[in-house]
């Protein structure tokens, strides 16, 4: 069969140019024209789902999402969508199966005993198991981060700080916008309703609401090291630095980016790192191919003997931009060449 790529759009949210598109969905959507691959962009709706997974089954052998779930209300049912289409033979880009391991921060938790991971993570499936261990663990180490298992550009990822007369300040990375707790309790209870109940509709989200704990790595300060992968291959490096003293490396918080190389020497035992962790993360793969494009983020960390060591903070694959390295649009597509 001919290669047809269908990328599906969402019409809403803030990551859309001008004319109603991602930036960079139109250039992946040239890159792969330029190899002879064709293809077009479809928006998706949930009111309209079943009308259009009966266009893409007839038309495409591949698809690549290009919805930020962020942008989306019903993303366990886009899920199921896209897993349909994937019973049909049809090449998805990236499969939920996939998603619902990698782009979690309950991923964590599962690679705490691997190379990249932190023994100190622990996923808090329920408010009752939070508020049971979260205040000895935050007596213990005084600063920990907080994670909703599901969020992007900050939002949901908490630095708490308990202080010498027991009050906490909770900041969170989106904003690095501080909050002010008296005691302890007072901030637990606020946790109690950002721990939701599971929809009894959800398929893939059943058991994955709650919060990952992590040990806070002061080396933030040097920022974060995004590795940009294009299957199972590193294609750029970006260095993230928080805005002056603050904890959070998300853009809009004002982090500054510097983009390398794949082959910058400074960065080389990062990226050898990540092709050993490829390994680990395989088993998470359900059976399925890396993501079509993903990231790994690390956060610097000093190991027993005081040398540098990499920490794995996050890993995001369900629809990475790369709205400001256009010209990795071209190797996206290279990943379609070997099919025909
Ligand atoms: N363990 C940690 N120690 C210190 N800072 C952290 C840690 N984890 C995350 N951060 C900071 O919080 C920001 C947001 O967290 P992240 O895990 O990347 O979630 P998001 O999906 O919102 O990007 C990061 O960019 C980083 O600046
Ligand atoms: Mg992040």
């Known amino acids: 069969m001919k290669q047809y790529v269908i990328l599906i759009e969402y019409a809403g949210g803030s990551d859309k140019g001008c004319d109603g598109f991602r930036i960079d969905t139109k250039p992946i959507l040239n890159a792969l024209r330029k190899i002879a691959v064709d293809g077009e962009v479809v928006f998706y709706s949930d009111e309209r789902k079943e009308e259009l997974f ?72 329920t408010f009752k198991e939070f508020k049971a261990d979260f205040p000895k663990i935050l007596q213990k180490y005084r600063v920990r981060v907080l994670k909703t298992n599901y969020g992007s550009t900050g939002e949901g990822v908490y630095l708490i700080s308990l202080r010498d007369d027991d009050s ?40 994955k609401s709650g919060f990952v704990g992590c040990r806070f790595l002061p080396r933030i300060n040097e920022g974060e090291i995004r590795i940009l992968l294009i299957n199972d291959k590193v294609a750029s490096i970006v260095h993230k630095r928080p805005a002056n003293g603050q904890f959070s490396a998300t ?51 000093y190991d027993k003997k005081g040398n540098d060591r990499f920490v794995l903070s996050e890993i995001n694959c369900s629809c990475v931009g790369i709205t400001t390295q256009l010209t990795l649009a071209d190797e996206v597509a290279k990943f379609f060449i070997k099919k025909d």
């Open 168 to 207: 906490i300040i909770c900041t969170e990375a989106v904003d690095n916008i501080k909050y002010f707790y008296e005691n302890m309790d007072n901030f637990i209870e606020s946790f109690k309703d950002k721990f939701y109940h599971d929809d009894s509709n959800s398929v893939y989200f059943k058991g």
């Open 54 to 125: 009966n266009y893409i089954k007839q038309k495409a052998s591949a698809v690549i999402s290009r919805i930020n779930p962020g942008n989306l209300k019903e993303v366990d049912s886009y899920f199921q969508f896209l897993k349909s289409l994937g019973d049909e033979g049809i090449e998805i880009h990236t499969h939920p199966d996939v998603m619902i391991n990698l782009d979690f921060k309950d991923i964590l938790e599962k690679l705490k005993n691997s190379l990249v991971g932190d023994k100190g993570t622990h996923f808090y499936h």
């Open 251 to 301: 853009l809009f918080s004002g982090a500054n980016y510097e983009y390398y190389q794949p082959d910058n020497p400074q960065y080389k035992e990062v990226i050898k790192l990540t092709n050993k962790a490829l390994i680990n993360i395989r088993k998470y793969l359900n059976g399925h191919n890396y993501p079509l494009l993903w990231t790994m983020d690390y956060i610097l960390d």
